[in-house]
């Protein structure tokens, strides 16, 4: 069954994105996904429950990459770094879904709109833990985080929101390398650029920042 809803969405997330939400029927989903019509209707309703379920796969996708990709790793700045990159790579394997997000999320019923906005503070919880972790050991400054995460999050939307300038230019990774020795410009004190630099030459970070302020918290790599 969820292999069977898996294809679904994805053939829903080819079709709306190829010729939009409103002008998709679910014939041509059906089509897509090599099913019959009779069948669609064995696991959905109507055609909005398959852009709710499209939508809803993006957001799954954070929160089944990003807790694995942190196992084992206990240093505060490492877990960030990998966070954002395991989140990243979720935008670079779904960008279709990613910008069929920004695009139709309006959509949706009220009711499921408010599913999708509770499901995505989920999973910005779990950048913001990440965030806090590294303002307690004194890495970061003490920073607004919500306002930090949301700008971490729109980052690594960007990936796919405009995947045809990025992508032609450099892998995921590279883009987040990139990305975050321009974010942490501005939040990392000096113990923070100092143990960023160690990360960076052990290969797990991006290259630090030159200065970083001085350190005002607790000292845990």
Known sequence: ???????LTQAAIACFSEHGYHSTTIRDVAERADVSIGLIYQYVGDKEDLLFMALQAVLDGYMRQIPPALEGITGPLHRFCVAVQAYSRVNGDSVDATVLAYRETKSLRKERRSAIMRKELETNELMAACVRDCIDAGLFEDIDVDLFVYQIVMFCHAWALKAWHFAPKMDVDTYVERGLRLMLRGVLTKAGAKWMRKLEASGVA???????????????L
């Open 1 to 7: 069954m969820e292999r069977r809803r898996a294809q």
């Open 206 to 220: 991006p290259a630090a920042p030159e200065g970083g302020k001085k350190n005002a918290g607790h000292r845990r």
